[in-house]
């Protein structure tokens, strides 16, 4: 069965059909003023980048969306999980200094932030679920308790899994510290002591102390590590990988948890994607490199699958922009995503997606151009 999934583009054409406008738009277009009542508490459910970090979306984006609940009598708080890795969001306090610094000061978005699994990662809910990987998964607490969840996904690539798009955010995103770490890989990633230099940098930044330097290499142990590919990502010298089965477990781990957190917390969730600043990484880094592709527009749906798989499309469209990590690369068969990260099948997590229910690949593209009529949320 298709989804529908609304499309903003970038262009402005006059005054009342700017960026902004678009952005309540296709809030009301894709329905999500229907689960939104009275006293509401509606969870605003993003990644606020790391310090450092300025592809995030915009401060001023999410201020839309939560004026447009307050309009509708919701109560919104803008919300995320700590991060396993130990940079700026590990824990509460940092995690809330850090999305202040990066603009999400209540001045400006109006709606105050909690941190969903709370202090430490501990905050949560244990659901029962009868799942190929889990029969229970950890869901955060200020997300479970929530009336609604509108999912804002910054889309970009990924180090681990090819692309970031909406079952990412949900999966990692609405998950404890115990249910992050439950769905990372077990496979040990691999060190090439060749090209390893004993900096040391992987032994830093490895939340579970598995990692020593041993006669001039990284040694990981396979009783510590869990699998959250962590050191991949800060190796300087790309001495560290990922097995090919680590990341396809991992893919289909995740799509189970955003199954379970859909089906099972309180809420009804609504989705929207901001194809802008599109980078070959994470928000997670403490630096944006360049975009891969001009800022294409804003996704809207009820379907998670469907609009990862419209802003996938969407981006392979696109010609890569110059001087850029995809300009550096030969082309891999016209995909962007392969060309970029060529050790990750990134399709995995919405093709396991599908199979298990979470939504359908199979969707219509509906451009938004103007505002819809004032009645059509509620019709919808």
Same mark, same amino acid.
């Given at each position: 069965m298709s989804s529908t999934v609304y499309f903003a583009d970038m262009r402005s054409r006059k005054q009342d059909e700017g960026l902004l406008h678009k952005i309540r738009w296709l809030f009301d277009r894709a329905g999500f003023g229907t689960f939104v009542q009275p006293d509401d508490l509606v969870a605003v459910k993003l990644h606020f980048g790391e310090q450092g970090n300025t592809a995030f979306i915009r401060p001023l984006f999410i201020r839309q969306i939560v004026d447009r609940i307050k309009e509708l009598g919701g109560k919104p708080y803008l919300t995320d999980s700590g991060t396993l890795y130990i940079r700026t969001r590990t824990n509460a306090v940092d995690h809330l200094n850090t999305a202040i610094t990066n603009g999400f000061a209540y001045p400006v978005v109006g709606a105050p932030i909690l941190v969903a699994d709370g202090l430490l990662g501990h905050s949560t809910v244990d659901v029962p679920v009868d799942f190929n990987y889990f029969d229970t998964?950890?869901?955060?607490?200020?997300?479970?308790?929530?009336?609604?969840?509108?999912?804002?996904?910054?889309?970009?690539?990924?180090?681990?899994?090819?692309?970031?798009?909406?079952?990412?955010? /949900?999966?990692? %995103?609405? #998950?404890?510290?115990?249910?992050?770490?439950? &769905?990372? !890989?077990?496979?040990?990633?691999? @060190?090439? *002591?060749?090209?390893?230099?004993?900096?040391?940098?992987?032994?830093?930044?490895?939340?579970?102390?598995?990692?020593? /330097?041993?006669? %001039?290499? #990284?040694?990981?142990?396979?009783?510590?590590? &869990?699998? !959250?590919?962590?050191?991949?990502? @800060?190796? *300087?010298?790309?001495?560290?990988?990922?097995?090919?089965?680590?990341?396809?477990?991992?893919?289909e781990k995740m799509a189970e948890y955003a199954l379970g957190i859909v089906r099972h917390s309180r809420a009804k969730f609504g989705y929207m994607s901001f194809l802008t600043e599109i980078t070959p990484d994470c928000d997670c880094n403490r630096w944006a490199d360049a975009p891969i592709v001009p800022d294409l527009g804003i996704l809207a749906s009820d379907d998670p699958v469907a609009i990862d798989q419209a802003a996938l499309d969407l981006v392979n469209e696109h010609a890569p922009l110059p001087n850029s990590a995809l300009s550096e690369k030969t082309p891999k068969d016209d995909d962007k995503w392969q060309t970029l990260w060529p050790d990750i099948y990134p399709y995995d997590i919405i093709e396991y997606a599908e199979r298990i229910g979470l939504g359908s690949r199979d969707y219509t593209l509906v451009p938004l151009d103007r505002a819809p009529e004032p009645h059509c949320a509620s019709e919808e």
């Open positions: 998964i950890h869901i955060a607490s200020d997300i479970y308790y929530s009336n609604a969840v509108i999912v804002a996904t910054h889309f970009k690539g990924h180090i681990s899994h090819g692309f970031g798009g909406t079952i990412k955010n /949900v999966a990692m %995103g609405c #998950a404890s510290r115990r249910g992050k770490q439950e &769905m990372h !890989c077990k496979d040990l990633p691999q @060190v090439d *002591p060749e090209r390893c230099s004993a900096c040391g940098e992987c032994v830093e930044h490895c939340p579970a102390g598995a990692i020593r /330097v041993v006669g %001039g290499a #990284a040694v990981l142990s396979r009783e510590l590590c &869990m699998g !959250c590919l962590e050191c991949t990502h @800060v190796c *300087p010298c790309e001495a560290i990988t990922a097995p090919r089965e680590a990341t396809h477990e991992m893919h």
